[in-house]
């Protein structure tokens, strides 16, 4: 009798341990599809990253399959040919099966060979989905990675921004990506796969959005260590809203009119800031180490993308750099707290 209550105890311990491990399969794949998780390459917003997609869904799909029969079989012996109260001995020993072995030989090659072939399917659609049948020249955007943030050139137009990339949906994006000192990888993960940014190199990658929103990307590349603060949004917009957008972004900085403000143009021009950053029409560095800065508070995020583009968060930057961002370029300038307060009243006129 109590060898029996021990092999009922031992296969509920069996069929939960399965259950469980099912269980912590599925869950990460459904926290990360809802909608407030982190952006998520199942919720494809691009044809690109719908072939993506689709053929994980497949080998899910088939990957499930074998999990499923596997530890079905695996429980099913388990039970029905464990230990019983009244076996004496070893049970029967028995060699192979030859019918079975050739079996599940055959069939995993069969379908390694069917995920090699559509894996190859999917890679020849990211590039033909993205050019098909689309209206509209295509844009060119220099992608440049930076320790740590990402700085976004558009030649045609004359914009440079940071830490944001807005296009217009619909549009093909003509993707040219590059870094200026490590290896960093461009990846907005609703918009389509990674793509390595690699100093003297240039990779190119297509890219078409398929609706309006904001897609948040990550420096998907160990580049150092606020490799994890090197952020981006790609924000996707109407044609009109886009063309209203570039011809802001193309303009020059405006002129600040508050005195505050004005107080502030003038530390900016008097200080180290200069020497890194780009406001056109009023510094223009030989090499710009930082963000170009002529219209920054249109942008939703400073420092790489970890921080809100609001007053207070501008203090904070300008306070301390690296103790937002570890290692950051810009270092601590030992601003007076007034200086502050007239950067960042100048630095709210740039929109
Ligand atoms: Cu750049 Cu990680």
């Known amino acids: ?27 990460p794949a459904t926290a990360l599809a809802s909608p407030d998780g982190p952006p998520s390459a199942l919720e494809p917003a691009s044809p690109a990253s719908a072939a993506i997609a689709d053929l994980h869904n497949f080998v899910l799909l088939i990957a499930a399959g074998v999990f499923v029969v596997v530890e079905g079989l695996i429980v099913l012996a388990a039970l029905r040919y464990r230990r019983r109260p009244q076996d004496a001995g070893e049970p029967p020993q028995i060699h192979g099966n030859t019918r079975l072995e050739i079996a599940w030989t055959v ?38 990675g ?4 990402w700085e976004f050139r558009y030649p045609d137009f004359g914009i440079t921004t940071a830490g944001q990339m807005v296009i217009p949906v619909g549009r093909i994006i003509n993707l040219q990506i590059t870094s200026a000192d490590v290896i960093h ?6 918009l389509g796969g990674k793509t390595d940014a690699i100093q003297g190199v240039i990779n190119r990658s297509l890219l078409r959005a398929s609706r309006p ?16 603060y090197m952020r981006l949004v ?16 193309a303009l020059d900085a405006a002129e600040p009119t508050d005195p505050a403000a004005q107080a502030g143009k003038q530390v900016f ?14 510094s223009s560095p030989s090499k710009p180490q930082g963000p170009d800065l002529t219209h920054v508070v249109s942008r939703p995020y400073i420092a790489g993308g ?46």
């Open 213 to 228: 929103d904001d897609y948040y990307g990550q420096c998907a590349e160990l580049c150092g260590v606020s490799h994890a």
């Open 306 to 351: 970890i921080l809100a583009t609001t007053p207070y968060n501008l203090a904070k930057w300008l306070a301390d750099p690296p103790a937002v961002k570890p290692g950051s370029l810009m270092p601590k300038l030992d601003l007076s707290p007034a200086d502050i307060e007239s950067l960042v009243a100048y630095l709210q006129t740039l929109k």
């Open 107 to 144: 069939a995993p090659a069969i379908i390694v060979v069917a995920l090699f072939v559509l894996t190859l399917r999917a890679q020849q659609n990211i590039d033909a989905a993205s050019y098909s049948a689309e209206p509209g020249v295509p844009i060119t955007v220099e992608v440049i």
């Open 234 to 249: 790609v924000t996707t917009v109407s044609e009109d809203e886009f063309a209203a957008w570039a011809k802001n972004q």
């Open 185 to 190: 990888s461009f990846w907005a993960p609703e």
């Open 269 to 282: 021009a008097a200080g180290a800031c200069v020497g890194c950053h780009v406001i056109r029409g009023v």
């Open 146 to 149: 930076h320790q740590w943030w």
């Open 1 to 27: 009798m109590r060898g029996f209550n021990r092999t009922r105890t031992r296969s509920f311990v069996l069929v939960s341990t399965w259950i469980g491990l099912l269980l912590a399969l599925l869950l």
